[in-house]
């Protein structure tokens, strides 16, 4: 067969159900951090309320086309096994998942331009291009994932293996650029603690609670596109599916880091906190 096809089993349909069922969950999340967002932080700048709004009818297409995936072939194809076309529902998918994490990760590299704003120009430049250049390079090999998936004949061992490395390649790609936005954000802020806390003790001991989210949400996203390369790659030496259920959910952590890390800024406030300026976005 020539072009995108999915080989639809039982397992297939039931990790579709088991990551439907978990982004359902997150969505839900997503709803609710909106709500709060724009309940809380109505004197925010605009563009900061477009960013939000535009994580959130993301984040709710992808929930859109993933039940047009289910329904497709549940309802429509009546549950029959075999190899079909993909469907755009499926295509819808994964451009929503990457277009998110793309965003996502653009967010975290410019935090990390907020929080050198006082530091040398040129070491500035240099921290943010990296971290975007790691960022782009994972989009990128999400595109040519995707011309290998419509180029390539999935009949064809060789052909399909090409199709099974990019995507392999993607989410290493992907993984390295989550490593260093997380180490960069932690090194900058114990920079900052190191200079700050015997100035002030409670400045410094609100800089470790900001470190400690840091590292843990840095983790958690690390951990998460480890797991999915991971079962990505078990899946094509095994013919199983399990990856279907890291897949879905994936970029629904995402946003909701994003938007946890927006509704986080009143308690730091509350604090008196004026050294770094990661949650200001000013």
Not at 208 to 230: D, H, K, P, W
Request: hydrophobic share 45%; glycine share 8%; aromatic share 10%.
């Amino acid at each position: 067969m020539v072009g995108p096809t999915m080989h639809l089993e039982e397992g297939m349909l039931v990790t579709l159900f088991a990551g439907a069922l978990i982004l359902s969950c997150l969505y839900g999340l997503t709803i609710g951090q909106t709500m709060f967002y724009y309940t809380t932080y109505t004197s925010d700048r605009i563009w900061i309320k477009v960013f939000v709004a535009a994580l959130f009818l993301l984040d709710t297409a992808k929930m859109a086309a993933t039940t047009c995936l289910i329904y497709h072939y549940t309802i429509q194809g009546r549950s029959r096994y075999g190899t079909f076309p993909l469907p755009a529902s499926d295509t819808g998918v994964n451009v929503l998942r990457w277009t998110m994490v793309l965003i996502s990760q653009c967010f975290y590299v410019h935090s990390l331009d907020a929080l050198l704003r006082s530091r040398k120009k040129t070491a500035r430049l240099v921290v943010v291009a990296l971290g975007l250049g790691a960022v782009l390079a994972g989009w990128s090999s999400y595109i040519g994932g995707v011309v290998e998936m419509y180029t390539e004949s999935h009949g064809d061992s060789d052909g399909l293996m090409r199709i099974l490395d990019s995507g392999v390649v993607q989410q290493a790609v992907n993984v390295a650029a989550d490593i260093y936005i997380t180490l960069a954000h932690i090194v900058i802020l114990r920079g900052f603690k190191s200079s700050l806390i015997y100035k002030t003790s409670g400045l410094g001991s609100m800089l470790s609670s900001i470190i400690i989210y840091s590292a843990t949400r840095g983790i958690l996203l690390v951990v998460i596109q480890l797991l999915e390369m991971t079962t990505f790659i078990v899946d094509s030496t095994n013919d199983t599916y399990s990856s279907s259920a890291v897949m879905l959910p994936q970029s629904a952590l995402y946003c909701n880091s994003v938007l946890a890390a927006l509704n986080v800024r009143k308690h730091i406030r509350r604090s008196n906190l004026h050294g770094p300026h990661e949650f200001q976005l000013e």
